[in-house]
């Protein structure tokens, strides 16, 4: 049974920075395309970042500069490390593994507020 767990979202300041992971249980983690997306309230899911296999990364331009992705082949985890925060940051935060078919976490929260 393939489980996507996302854990580390919360309630930070602007400015401030959050880390969020996703582990995986069930597939051969280090095989799969692992992603980050985002969905705000009202918006439809937005693509976030990505990191291959082999470890090379791309983000949408909105976080680029201020979000990191990264993986753990050992761990079977990938993080999202999000700092410089802004208020449209503001989102349920879901991973998904892609290979021979996707895979979806049910998300954390992360909210951006003084």
């Known amino acids: 049974q393939v489980q996507l767990a996302e854990s580390g979202g919360g309630l930070v300041q602007p400015g401030g920075s959050l880390r969020l992971s996703c582990a995986a249980s069930?597939?051969?983690?280090?095989?799969?395309?692992m992603h980050w997306y985002r969905q705000a309230p009202g918006k439809e899911r937005e693509w976030v970042a990505r990191?291959?296999?082999?470890?090379?990364?791309n983000y949408v331009d909105s976080v680029k500069g201020r979000f990191t992705i990264s993986r753990d082949n050992a761990r079977n985890t990938v993080y999202l490390q999000m700092n410089m925060m802004k208020p449209e940051d503001t989102a349920v935060y879901y991973c998904?593994?892609?290979?021979?078919?996707?895979?979806w976490g049910l998300g954390t929260q992360v909210t951006v507020s003084s």
């Open positions: 069930g597939i051969i983690f280090s095989n799969y395309v």
């Open positions: 998904r593994a892609g290979y021979s078919r996707d895979y």
């Open positions: 990191i291959s296999s082999g470890g090379s990364t």
